[in-house]
Each structure stands twice: as C-alpha cells, then as structure tokens.
C-alpha cells in the first residue's frame, strides 16, 4: 500500500478548501458548538469574523469566528484574548469542530 508524502492536512467539510495541518494539532480534547473539536496553533484559507466576549467552558475568552475562505461556512474560532492566567496559552491559537473539518489526502 502507498503511502502519502505529503502532509496530512484537513479540509472544510463543505468544500474541501485545505484550512490546516495535522502537524499543528495542539490538542483533540476540546469542545465546540456542535461536539468535538481539536486546537490548532495555525489555520490556513479562513476569514476571521469580529473579536467578542464569550463565556466558554473555562471561562471569559474574547474570540472570532473563523470561517472558510472559499464557502464561508464557520469553522470554529480564534482565541484572541484569555482572562484567566490558566487560559492564556490558547491566545492566537484556532478551534476547528471536528464536524465542519475532514481529513484530506491521508
């Protein structure tokens, strides 16, 4: 069986723009608006909506929506600000719900 050489990356599930790699997963444990999603330290091919206040999980985060470049379906969001010195970590870094993203070429 062959083997893909290049990245793993995942698409929008919509339309299949490539929006991040699997290499830049920080981690599978978090939750988005529709279940499961996964935090990426970078995101390729999206348009970030406007910064705003939301109580999530683990606290006040100021947060964008992030949506897909080509379709325009929201992926998830990026954190923009943390409140908690817990928190502060997932500043600039990328939700992507599991459910809106597919695994591309791999």
Known sequence: M?????PRLYSC????????LHDDII???FQG???RAFLFSHAMNITTGPKEDRHLLTGLHTVADIHC????QV???KYERAY???QKYKEGKFI???????KEDW
């Open 2 to 6: 062959a083997e893909s050489l290049g």
């Open 13 to 20: 599930s919509n339309c299949r723009n490539r929006v991040s």
């Open 27 to 29: 981690s599978k444990c």
């Open 33 to 35: 608006r529709n279940g």
């Open 69 to 72: 470049a080509d379709c325009h």
């Open 75 to 77: 992926l998830g969001w």
């Open 84 to 86: 908690e010195a817990s």
């Open 96 to 102: 992507l719900e599991k459910a809106k993203i597919v």
